[in-house]
């Protein structure tokens, strides 16, 4: 079994990434990508409808702007995620170098008008370039207000661009019109994609807000439990401690007796604090497997159980239970889990909890440290504790990466060593 340390080291770079790293990286090589597009479908077939040294040059254009549309999007991309500020610069050199192209397009029609092909080359430079300087540009607003104002600003500049240069108003209404269908579909594209990308943040960024939550109201049902025990008896201890002491100064022999009545309130203090703490260590290992399908399965991660606590005794159900516990907690905190599998099962004088979940990469940051899978060192503070509550009813625990993509968590305790010799 190899340890969660060499996990990390075999991952690779795509598979050290969290769920939301890798939604923003896909999305933002999406865009990247369109600046390919913009070249193969713009730029080279220029080649096909015009002479050799006037598309050179056009095709030189249609790469500047791709390029120039693809570092906007990076830099649109940071500021959606509020790692800088709004490219605004950046977004105005783009509107003013796609109109420039836009220009160059009409012109070039225009000095050709009986010439099929150079007519067919100037649209598909017109089009092009003003439908992915559109996407592009919607990138860099936030609104449905300034996306249709961008939108409605390009179809209208495509209108009033044409009209004055000679261009029929049919020809130029059309060309509108495809403006319109073909940038609105990037645009609509672009702010989907930063939809999506923010939606999947503010999913992980709940889910761990969830598990913080549940510590926090663990911890909470803890403080108010040792405050009900406590609070009383430490106000009598502090009374009669008061009386005592003034007893003692007036010479009177009851202040023995107060003090004597301390001691047993201190002494039954430390009993109720015990059974305290025993009642918060302690997790039935049924309730807890409950537990662990439901809070998965509300977290969209398939759980699958099996098996029964009904039986084994209760030192070997608390156990377990803190296993299945801590296990569930990694996997919710740290986890890019899809799928996870809880067994139980009893055999050869021994019960056998497995928990096994998908997202290795991430949850070996949390239950398994750096300990790897037996190890007795190294490990993160909850493996260390699971493997105290083990080894006290005589169990042990291994916990790493089954593959490059699994995570398992086995606990092994002996029936026979806890409950003086259950058979399986």
Excluded at 107 to 118: K, T
Excluded at 349 to 366: F, H, I, Q, W, Y
């Amino acid at each position: 079994m190899r340890t969660s340390g060499s996990t990390r080291g075999s991952g690779g770079w795509w598979g050290r990434k969290t769920t939301p790293g890798k939604v923003e990286t896909y999305t933002r090589w999406s865009f990247h990508f369109f600046a390919l597009i913009e070249v193969g479908a713009v730029g080279l077939p220029l080649f096909a409808q015009v002479g050799a040294d006037v598309a050179g040059w056009l095709a030189v254009l249609v790469t500047v702007h791709a390029l120039l549309c693809s570092a906007t999007a990076s830099r649109a991309l940071d500021w959606t995620r509020g790692r800088r500020a709004q490219p605004v610069r950046l977004l105005w050199f783009l509107g003013a170098v796609t109109a420039l192209i836009a220009v160059v397009a009409v012109v070039l029609g225009e000095r050709s008008p009986d010439d099929n092909q150079v007519q067919a080359a100037a649209t598909t430079l017109l089009v092009g370039v003003l439908s992915f300087g559109t996407g592009t540009l919607t990138l860099g607003v936030r609104g449905r207000r300034q996306v249709l104002a961008v939108v409605a600003g390009v179809v209208g500049g495509t209108l009033l661009l044409q009209l004055p240069l000679g261009v029929a108003a049919p020809a130029a209404l059309v060309t509108a019109v495809i403006v319109l269908i073909a940038g609105g579909g990037l645009a609509f594209t672009a702010v989907f994609s930063v939809w999506l990308l923010d939606a999947v943040y503010e999913l992980d960024e709940a889910r761990e807000t969830r598990a913080r939550l549940a510590v926090a109201e663990e911890r909470l049902r803890f403080g108010r439990d040792l405050h009900d025990v406590m609070g009383r008896n430490l106000s009598v201890i502090a009374l009669k401690s008061e009386l005592a002491v003034q007893l003692a100064r007036r010479g009177r022999a009851e202040a023995v007796e107060q003090m004597i009545e301390v001691q047993r309130i201190a002494r039954e203090s430390q009993r109720e604090v015990r059974d305290v703490v025993r009642g918060y260590r302690e997790a039935a290992l049924d309730v807890e497997l409950a537990g662990a399908q439901g809070v998965l399965t509300a977290a969209g991660i398939e759980c699958e159980v099996t098996g029964e606590a009904a039986g084994l005794p209760s030192e070997v159900q608390s156990a377990l239970g803190w296993v299945v516990r801590e296990a569930t907690t990694n996997v919710l905190r740290h986890g890019n889990a899809g799928r996870c599998a809880v067994a139980v099962r009893v055999a050869e004088g021994s019960v056998v909890l497995t928990v096994e979940n998908d997202g290795a990469k991430a949850v070996d940051r949390g239950i398994g440290g750096s300990g790897g899978g037996t190890g007795s060192g190294g490990g993160g503070a909850g493996l260390v504790g699971l493997r105290e509550r083990l080894t006290a009813v005589g169990g042990d625990l291994e916990a790493g990466a089954v593959d490059d993509d699994r995570f398992r968590v086995r606990a092994t305790v002996p029936l026979p060593a806890v409950a003086g010799g259950v058979a399986s």
